[in-house]
């Protein structure tokens, strides 16, 4: 093992952990749903549960798979060590000291205000600080890998950036520009105020800043999963990518739209007037349009590789494809569940319509389908294809990794869509209990709480075979020469000049402009308006 | 760029079905006025009971319409049982003492986050006599699923 491939081990080893104690919290979070009496429950619990979940997963996992990722990509594209791995490592350290005063925090109840934590929820100074140094961590990650690319462009002026990485830095510029907004909010906001320091915070100014942040952190999230779409899954479904400059499009229309939208989360927010939700409004539906071109090149690439293998007709090249392999199937099915999420990503969007789906389990479902599946179970396949390769260990309970995506696949079908349904039913989401003392509305979502929670037993007992699947590999895998990581060729030969595309300056003062747009004169009148501010509660 | 002959079809596919749901966002704007609540009021959220915008809570009848003046605490809205007619335009105006609240009318499109220093209004009209359940959908502490109230839509003949 080399030194960078145990700098990204070290990264996916918190991920993985991370995710485990997060669905541990999840299952019972669905089971509390749907009113099932269990000795330990009550509210104190749940909404605990409910805040170690979101941070854990949405914060922590990802963002520790995509560092480990990220480090793998530099190693096996550009062919060289990350430059600074120092810096790297203090990184890795700084972000995991957060994790932990984060997660002390949560534990210990000082901390029950949700991932999203809107102040004047008031949660223990060690929560907002923790949080703070998980993003200073990702901050080293993202300067290690630029400074990569800029080491390996250095020696390499005219190629084209290999896609993987392309990819990546793009997902790096994204999370730079989005962390700005967060950071303002801990820094300038929420951290001196949980200190004493200050008394009162605006609730909305922390919403923009948060939501500033927010909705590019969903494309954080998605961007190392559209990674390993474009160029790991053609070459192990034995075929090839279907358009390599599309590919490349799609990142940097990404680079460019993912930020100025933010809005979108704050449509039945008082005190941001109509005609800004609006604007963000066309550019959330812009950004629509680089994940259409996803879903049909990644599905060609899927129909390259089934011809590869010598199918002809319509359809039976679907059948030629590798079902049984865990890297296969995770990315296929959760490609499947993101087209459901876009399609309710559009109408959460729809403006006036996001009326009655707004704060219902409705969302809840919908970010499951995205996060929860796009991003979580791409991930889980990345990490069967990626433990081999890098600890030069077999795969052990090979059996479970196989049945692992169809479980989730299955459960998430039934979690989502009946989430989706009680959502338009009216039903809240983040409830410890949706009875609302027998009304005639909550009797009527009642049934359907049930089948969420079936959906929930299945993605629990996914996720256990998961972690099993990978501490068998780590303590037990047969060891071997391990397998070469190589990436998916482009079915038709690119241009042996970089283009426009990979202008990286160029994109990011573009996407720099469009914020500027969408929130320099929106935050100004902001701040000139008569405000009052709140001091902090603690009701939990 | 060279890009299949499909993939272009499916791109331009991709094109217009956007413009065609920007398209029907506008026609609602433009035609309907159908909005987000998205008024912008500020308040004092520690002197909210002295003020005279929510001194008297619930529901007035005038010749502008009706009103509903509503403020959400932990873990309760006041008042509790709003009665309205059916058929009007109702303005629900709303704010909250302590934190972050949601405003949803379960079965409408009643819905708006309620933000600590800021008044939420919006507007709409009940079609169906009944009663609703109204809950808090931003969580807002331990007692959050407690949070409800009721709205009761009267047929418009049952009011003086």
């Given at each position: ?253 990404f680079i460019l739209l993912s930020t100025p939208v933010g809005f979108h989360h704050q449509f039945m927010d008082p005190g941001v007037s109509a005609g800004w939700k609006l604007l963000h409004t066309f550019l959330t539906f812009a950004i629509l349009f680089p994940s259409f071109v996803t879903a049909f090149t990644v599905t060609a690439s899927m129909e390259v590789a089934g011809r590869m293998q010598g199918a002809t007709g319509l359809l039976n090249w679907l059948g030629k494809l590798p079902w049984r392999d865990p890297l296969f199937s995770s990315v296929a099915l959760s490609m499947i569940l993101f087209a459901f999420g876009g399609i309710g990503g559009a109408i959460n969007a729809s403006f006036g319509m996001n009326a009655v789906v707004h704060n219902t389990a409705w969302i809840q479902g919908h970010f499951h389908l995205t996060v929860g599946s796009a991003a979580a179970l791409t991930f889980m396949g990345a990490s069967y294809w990626l433990l081999p390769r890098l600890t030069g260990r077999e795969l052990e309970l090979s059996l479970l990794a196989r049945v692992q995506p169809y479980l989730w696949f299955l459960g998430m079908l039934l979690f989502s869509f009946s989430n989706h349904i009680t959502g338009l039913m009216g039903m809240p989401r983040r409830v410890y209990d949706a009875a609302y003392d027998g009304s005639a509305a909550a009797q009527a979502w009642r049934g359907l709480t049930e089948v969420s929670a079936a ?86 | ?160």
């Amino acid at each position: 093992m080399n030194r960078t491939d145990r700098l990204s081990l070290a990264h996916l080893w918190v991920a993985i952990v991370a995710f485990g104690i997060a669905a541990a919290m999840a299952f019972m979070q669905a089971l509390s749903r749907a009113s099932l009496d269990l000795p330990w429950r009550s509210a104190k619990m749940y909404y605990l549960s409910v805040t170690a979940h979101g941070v854990l997963m949405a914060l922590v996992f990802t963002t520790f798979f995509i560092m480990a990722f990220g480090y793998v990509v530099v190693t096996r594209s550009l062919n060289r060590a990350p430059v600074a791995p120092g810096v790297a490592w203090a990184g890795y350290w700084t972000a995991l000291a957060g994790t932990l005063a984060a997660v002390w925090a949560i534990l210990t109840g000082k901390a029950t205000v949700l991932y999203t934590f809107y102040p004047p929820l008031k949660a223990h100074p060690a929560f907002y600080i923790g949080l703070t140094l998980v993003i200073v961590g990702s901050w080293c990650w993202a300067a290690v890998m630029l400074l990569s690319y800029r080491a390996w462009r250095r020696e390499h002026q005219s190629a084209p950036v290999p896609l993987a990485m392309h990819g990546m830095i793009a997902t790096v510029i994204v999370w730079l520009i989005a962390t700005v907004g967060v950071a303002a909010e801990a820094l300038l906001q929420l951290i001196p105020w949980s200190l004493g320091w200050t008394t009162t915070v605006d609730p909305v100014l922390a919403r923009m800043l948060f939501w500033y942040f927010g909705h590019p952190l969903v494309y954080f999230w998605l961007l190392p999963a559209y990674v390993i779409w474009y160029t790991v899954l053609p070459r192990v479904a034995g075929g090839k990518l279907f358009s390599d400059p599309l590919a490349r499009l799609a990142f940097v229309l990404f680079i460019l739209l993912s930020t100025p939208v933010g809005f979108h989360h704050q449509f039945m927010d008082p005190g941001v007037s109509a005609g800004w939700k609006l604007l963000h409004t066309f550019l959330t539906f812009a950004i629509l349009f680089p994940s259409f071109v996803t879903a049909f090149t990644v599905t060609a690439s899927m129909e390259v590789a089934g011809r590869m293998q010598g199918a002809t007709g319509l359809l039976n090249w679907l059948g030629k494809l590798p079902w049984r392999d865990p890297l296969f199937s995770s990315v296929a099915l959760s490609m499947i569940l993101f087209a459901f999420g876009g399609i309710g990503g559009a109408i959460n969007a729809s403006f006036g319509m996001n009326a009655v789906v707004h704060n219902t389990a409705w969302i809840q479902g919908h970010f499951h389908l995205t996060v929860g599946s796009a991003a979580a179970l791409t991930f889980m396949g990345a990490s069967y294809w990626l433990l081999p390769r890098l600890t030069g260990r077999e795969l052990e309970l090979s059996l479970l990794a196989r049945v692992q995506p169809y479980l989730w696949f299955l459960g998430m079908l039934l979690f989502s869509f009946s989430n989706h349904i009680t959502g338009l039913m009216g039903m809240p989401r983040r409830v410890y209990d949706a009875a609302y003392d027998g009304s005639a509305a909550a009797q009527a979502w009642r049934g359907l709480t049930e089948v969420s929670a079936a959906g929930g037993l299945l993605l629990f007992a996914s996720a256990a075979f998961f972690i099993l699947v990978m501490v068998g590999t780590a303590l037990a895998g047969k060891k071997r020469e391990p397998e070469p990581i190589l990436w998916a060729e482009p079915l038709h030969p690119v241009s042996p000049q970089r283009t426009l595309l990979d202008r990286y300056g160029l994109w990011t003062v573009v996407a720099v402009i469009l914020v500027l747009i969408a929130y320099a004169y929106p935050l100004w009148m902001h701040l000139r308006m008569v405000r009052f501010g709140s001091p902090g509660f603690q009701p939990f | 760029m060279n890009v299949a002959f499909y993939e272009k079809i499916w791109m331009w596919a991709a094109g217009v079905l956007i413009v065609a749901f920007l398209a029907t966002i506008a026609v609602g704007v433009a035609g309907s006025a159908l909005q987000p609540p998205s008024h912008v009021e500020t308040i004092d959220p520690t002197k909210v009971w002295n003020d005279p915008r929510f001194a008297r809570h619930g529901v007035t009848v005038d010749e502008r319409g009706v009103t509903v003046v509503v403020v959400a605490m932990m873990y309760a809205f006041e008042n509790p049982e709003i009665r309205v007619p059916a058929g009007r335009p109702v303005t629900f105006r709303i704010t909250s003492v302590d934190v972050t609240h949601g405003f949803q009318i379960v079965g409408t499109n009643g819905n708006t986050m309620v933000v600590p220093g800021y008044i939420s209004q919006f507007t709409t009209v009940f079609r169906d006599p009944g009663e609703y359940l109204i809950v808090c959908n931003e969580y807002c502490g331990l007692g959050h699923h407690l949070m409800s109230a009721k709205l009761i839509v009267e047929p418009e003949a049952a009011r003086p």
